[in-house]
């Protein structure tokens, strides 16, 4: 027992001992085929979060089952149809889409407006008996031209028209799953053997008892593994069946796995390794030597560890369809990633900021350490190098030696670890260089100094530190005349002269701005000069103007991603990769004219590009890309196919008077017989799901050419005036190479208003319109004319009643004067006569003279004057006594004589003089006249009188 003890603690002492002396690790998952996950913040809150399958379509378009119907995704654009049950499962025969649901059996076709409409055709929708009302439809496959659905109760082959042919399994069991291989079906019976159809007939190809009791979901070709079919089981692993029907367990590395994760369904890539969906643990690619190639699971970026099918498209990438969402997993592609979002954060490795495979080591210097992990080993862990703690800038070998830059100083790999090459405090970046004087340099910078190592026997010397310069710097290059350009830690670029003895700076010319903004600069070389970068293009520097020039040529080529190089990287075949803030892009030299070959962009992998770090690294066939979430390895010898898509519009809508969106038939925009105004948008669809950078150009041709370039294969045209329009629409890789072209013409109608016959109607109502208005004119002229003339005479008749009753006015008032004087004459006379009389009584006149006065008392009648007096001023006057005697009729004679002189504005000493009354009996008949009108204090009588009518 003392012994025991002693051995025990022997063994821990050991263990304990092995852990101090290992290197720290963090667990990696290694190089895997993208993914990409799609969960109903993609797809659509109306779609449910379970898929239950999933097709292909003729052009590539991916079909699925979802919980609420079927989705639609061409790599750009999501459609969902609503079924209002969950479709299970989804198959596509040419144009048409089966879909299969609990007691449900249909299929779907676009309409010209590119949805769907579905058609039953047995089940609860269809009329008919086809189906048991409890029956639903889990799976269906395709051979030939036959269609096989499959429930629990029993298989069924669909003639293709309105039959299904029920083919039970033998003994009447239930059918667990149906699969095929190689052009035969095979179907699982529940809790029994596995069956091969044979004509209408079931056969027996393995007991249960010879795959240990377990099912099989899987059934694959076998002939690489040793015999004819492979199957996979639930929980047992996988079994090769031989030709004589002997079937030998094929022990993997991941049986225990996938017995603790469930296997639920299976598919092959097109290497010929396996695919396992599980339902607790994810997915799983197995090798064909059994290794496992590839995991996902929840924890690196899959939607679930819930595999309820898997699918593998025309470009082999692998769907799968999980318990709460899709997954993409591009199998087929050149590009396979390290660290995927999650999974690689949580490894703990950090930010990586350079790579390097050395000594047989795959190195991440990251902003937490150094890792490697042994190329050659099946072990795949990463394990950080002592003394590689904090943050490490690059990775780069000069001269045989591979150097690190360390925020503590400069490493050197030796040994299978990294050393301290100097007592140096930092080091941020290295440049190795030959000065015209032939002498190898290598400038190193950091935050507080510039170093300098010179060549010597067996390698570097230590550095010394260049006088005459202090300030950090994280980039450095030197031109062809030796000069050293270093890159400010925050804003500009500094220009060091060197002495003759590379000894101290000489002279320091320090440049705040390159172009027109403070902003950090990045130095790089291109073709022997060196670059310099800003974030508002590339630049050169002019010797002779002693300022910086645009580097118009590369800029021309790459265009926007001039605006963000950090640095240009150059390859074994003498092009270039280009790094920048939102990528990286190949730069390839044909004929002396770059041109740009392809775009590796970070929204593909699902990451983030690393402004500060981004670099690129080659090693043989492989290319490896530096991100902020992780490592994305490019195989250039990986078969790159020809992407054979087509380009075609999916849906059209434009906008009626009132703003509302309406469709566009698909068949008449393909066909040139399209009409649509107001907004129109076209939607296209390019089902490529490639990892390649594409874009899509359209030209529209009509009133005047436009061309747009977009990243979506979408169009919007606002307000078009009215005309023939065709519009090109082209799919373009990253070096402008045309992928697929699509055309479709269509018409922007005239308003009813500017159609050809409301034109006619215009110019028929504009001659009768101009011949109205001409007679109309004519008519209106004639009229003013005549209403001139009327005028002229209303004005010379009332200019001439004007002075017809200005003179009888005149008149009126000398004839009232005449008659006034008469009056008083006659009542002189009268007087006159009276006193002759009473003198001719006394006897006082002579008799010969007696009747003269009485002859002229005769005559000189007053009242016959004030008569015609009356009678002349009523008529002159409008029949003013008349009215007045109708209006107040107790006026009397002398009430009415009054009224007249007064109207004739007469005064009270006139008015006297002619009645023969005193001017006290004038106002008193004044004032009685006043009564009898009713007239107030306040109203003047003359003012009345003057203006009564």
Not at 180 to 196: E, H, I, K, S, V
Request: net charge neutral.
């Amino acid at each position: 027992m003392k012994i025991l003890r002693i051995s025990c603690r022997l063994w821990a002492f050991l263990l304990l001992l092995l852990l101090l002396l290992l290197p720290a690790s963090g667990r990696a998952v290694g190089f895997r085929p993208l993914l990409t996950g799609f969960t109903q913040t993609e797809y659509g809150d109306a779609a449910g979060g379970q898929n239950w399958d999933a097709t292909g379509d003729a052009d590539g378009v991916m079909l699925f089952g979802n919980n609420t119907g079927v989705l639609r995704f061409d790599g750009y654009f999501w459609q969902h149809v609503p079924t209002g049950r969950a479709v299970r499962c989804v198959c596509v025969r040419g144009d048409t889409l089966y879909v299969g649901g609990h007691g449900e059996f249909g299929y779907m076709l676009r309409d010209a407006y590119g949805n769907y409409t579905y058609h039953p055709i047995a089940g609860r929708r269809s009329g008919g008996a086809l189906l048991r009302g409890d029956e639903e439809v889990w799976n269906m496959v395709a051979i030939g031209t036959r269609l096989y659905l499959q429930t629990f109760s029993a298989v069924y082959l669909y003639d293709g028209h309105t039959s299904l042919m029920r083919l039970p399994l033998p003994g009447g069991g239930g059918v667990l799953s149906i699969t095929t291989c190689a052009g035969r079906l095979y179907a699982q019976a529940t809790g029994g053997d596995l069956f091969r159809l044979d004509g209408a007939r079931w056969v027996r190809v393995v007991a249960r008892a010879g795959v240990n009791g377990d099912d099989v979901v899987g059934i694959f070709p076998a002939s690489e593994r040793g015999g004819r079919l492979l199957l996979l089981t639930v929980r047992s692993g996988f079994f090769t069946l031989d030709e004589s029907g002997h079937v030998t367990r094929w022990v993997t590395q991941m049986d225990g796995l996938l017995a603790r994760g469930v296997v639920n369904r299976a598919c092959l890539t097109a290497q010929g390794e396996v695919v396992v969906g599980t339902i607790r643990s994810g997915i799983f690619c197995i090798g064909k030597q059994g290794d496992l190639a590839w995991r996902y699971d929840a924890a690196s970026g899959l939607p679930g560890n819930c595999v309820l099918r898997l699918r593998r498209d025309k470009y082999d990438n692998i769907w799968a369809c999980l318990d709460g969402g899709l997954a993409l997993i591009r199998a087929g592609g050149s590009f396979s990633t390290l660290g995927m979002q999650v999974g690689y954060r949580a490894s703990g490795l950090g930010t990586p900021y350079a790579l390097n495979i050395w000594d047989r080591r795959f190195l991440v210097a990251t902003n937490q350490g150094i890792y490697g992990t042994d190329m050659d080993s099946a072990d795949d862990d990463f394990m950080m190098f002592p003394g590689t703690e904090e943050h490490n800038w690059f990775l780069s070998v000069f001269d045989g030696t591979l150097i690190a830059g360390n925020n503590r100083g400069t490493l050197r790999y030796a040994g299978g670890g990294f050393q301290r090459v100097a007592d140096t405090e930092s080091s941020t970046w290295a440049v190795r260089t030959v000065l015209p004087s032939g002498e190898p340099l290598l400038f190193e910078s950091s935050y507080h100094a510039l170093r300098v190592y010179r060549w010597g026997s067996g390698g570097w010397k230590e550095p010394y530190t260049l006088g005459g310069f202090g300030h950090p710097l994280r980039g450095l290059e030197v031109d062809a005349d030796g000069t050293l350009w270093g890159a400010d830690m925050n804003c500009g670029v500094y220009r060091i002269r060197l002495d003759k003895d590379v000894t101290r700076a000489e002279h320091v010319d320090y440049y705040e701005r390159v172009d027109s903004a403070d902003v950090p600069c990045f130095i790089t070389s291109f073709e022997g000069r060196v670059v310099f970068s800003d974030g508002s293009g590339l630049f050169y520097f002019d010797s002779e103007t002693g300022g910086f020039v645009p580097c118009k040529k590369l800029t021309e080529v790459l265009k926007d991603d001039a605006k963000g190089v950090l640095r240009l990287v150059r390859t074994s075949d003498r092009n270039y990769w280009v790094c920048t803030k939102t990528g990286y892009t190949y730069l390839v030299n044909k004929g002396n004219d770059w041109r740009v070959s392809r775009r590796v962009r970070p929204a593909v992998f699902g990451m983030r590009c690393n402004d500060m770090g981004a670099t690129v690294f080659e090693q043989g066939r492989f290319v490896y890309f530096n991100f902020a979430d992780g490592i994305v390895r490019l195989d250039t010898h990986a078969e790159v196919r020809r992407l054979d898509v087509r380009l075609y519009p999916a849906r059209a809508s434009y906008t009626d008077k009132h703003g509302d969106w309406l469709p566009i038939s698909l068949d008449d925009l393909r066909n040139g017989e399209a009409e649509a105004g107001g907004n129109i948008e076209i939607e296209y669809s390019f089902p490529a799901f490639s990892q390649e950078d594409i874009r899509f150009r359209f030209t529209v041709h009509g009133r005047g050419d436009m061309v747009i370039e977009r990243g979506t294969p979408s169009l919007i045209l606002p307000n078009l005036p009215a005309g023939h329009f065709t519009i090109k629409a082209e799919a373009l890789d990253a070096g402008g190479g045309v992928l697929a072209v699509n055309e479709v013409e269509f018409s922007v109608p005239r308003p009813w208003y500017l159609r050809w016959w409301a034109l006619l109607a215009y110019v028929v109502l504009f001659v009768f319109a101009s011949v109205a208005i001409s007679r109309f004119r004519l008519r209106r002229q004639a009229s003013r004319n005549r209403l001139v003339v009327l005028e002229q005479q209303r004005i010379i008749d009332q200019q001439r009643q004007e002075l017809l009753e200005s003179q009888l006015k005149e008149k009126s008032k000398d004839l009232a004067a005449i008659s006034l004087e008469t009056a008083v004459a006659n009542n002189a006379l009268k007087e006159f006569s009276e006193t002759l009389k009473e003198h001719q009584e006394k006897g006082a006149i002579p008799k010969h003279i007696k009747t003269e006065p009485l002859q002229i008392g005769s005559t000189a009648d007053g009242n016959t004057t004030w008569q015609l007096f009356m009678q002349n001023f009523d008529f002159i006057h409008e029949h003013f006594f008349r009215n007045l005697k109708e209006r107040y009729p107790n006026l009397t004679q002398n009430d009415l004589k009054l009224c007249g002189l007064l109207r004739l504005n007469l005064s009270t000493k006139e008015i006297a003089n002619y009645t023969s009354l005193s001017v006290r009996g004038v106002e008193s008949a004044r004032l009685r006249l006043r009564r009898k009108l009713g007239l107030t204090s306040d109203q003047n009588i003359v003012e009345f009188l003057v203006t009564f009518k």
